[in-house]
T-cell receptor
Framework: QKEVEQNSGPLSVPEGAIASLNCTYS??????FFWYRQYSGKSPELIMF????GDKEDGRFTAQLNKASQYVSLLIRDSQPSDSATYLC????????FGTGTRLQVFP | GAVVSQHPSWVICKSGTSVKIECRSL??????MFWYRQFPKQSLMLMAT?????????EQGVEKDKFLINHASLTLSTLTVTSAHPEDSSFYIC??????????????FGPGTRLLVL
């Protein structure tokens, strides 16, 4: 079982819709969780981090964490074509471990 | 925000040569930097953790004699790919922790260095 799992996608959503990106992890000792966005050919950029169960909102982005289910998600409201990228989930039990990423496509 | 730079952004070299990549934290001090490698359509794989003033910690399967890491100052870490071969062609990305940010585990990534070994 992979340590951090994500659906590779592509996830296609229309402009203005909500995009929902999901991630599961295997190490119950994980304490911190990160979402990075990576455009093609570029390095990852941090979108959000979350440490506690529940929701954390930052602008159009909401991260959701459920440690009991070992599940973390990212919601993007009012999706824009510029949001089209690969979204990487990263989990930190003792070092940052990345999922393979979900490719999001937002079409006009 | 925390800014990390890398140089060069692109390298093309002949097989057997050595390539040095620099990673700098521009507006903060980083006692710990990380080196990742990413092959096409794959995720980032941690190669090593670079600690200022001490030896780097390498991940399993990464040859420390092939990938030399030096972290001589709080703002600079270097990765040298020695005797590079075509299979070393990849996207090398460094990251650094900004301990002053209040979220000590948060890593900020450099723009990456694309290495092509002919």
């Amino acid at each position: 079982q992979k340590e951090v799992e994500q659906n590779s996608g592509p996830l296609s959503v229309p402009e203005g819709a909500i995009a929902s990106l999901n991630c599961t992890y295997s190490d119950r000792g994980s304490q911190s969780f990160f979402w990075y966005r990576q455009y093609s050919g570029k390095s990852p950029e941090l979108i959000m981090f979350i440490y506690s169960n529940g929701d954390k909102e930052d602008g159009r982005f909401t991260a959701q964490l459920n440690k009991a289910s070992q599940y973390v998600s990212l919601l993007i409201r009012d999706s824009q074509p510029s949001d089209s990228a690969t979204y990487l989930c990263a989990v930190n039990p003792d070092k940052l471990i990345f999922g393979t990423g979900t490719r999001l496509q937002v079409f006009p | 925000g925390a800014v990390v730079s890398q140089h060069p952004s692109w390298v093309i070299c002949k097989s057997g040569t050595s390539v040095k990549i620099e990673c700098r934290s521009l507006d903060f001090q980083a006692t710990t930097m990380f080196w990742y490698r990413q092959f096409p359509k794959q995720s980032l794989m941690l190669m090593a953790t670079s600690n200022e003033g001490s030896k780097a910690t390498y991940e399993q399967g990464v040859e420390k004699d092939k990938f030399l890491i030096n972290h001589a100052s709080l703002t600079l870490s270097t990765l040298t790919v020695t005797s590079a071969h075509p299979e070393d062609s990849s996207f090398y990305i460094c990251s650094a922790r900004d301990l002053s940010s209040g979220t000590q585990e948060t890593q900020y990534f450099g723009p990456g260095t694309r290495l092509l070994v002919l």
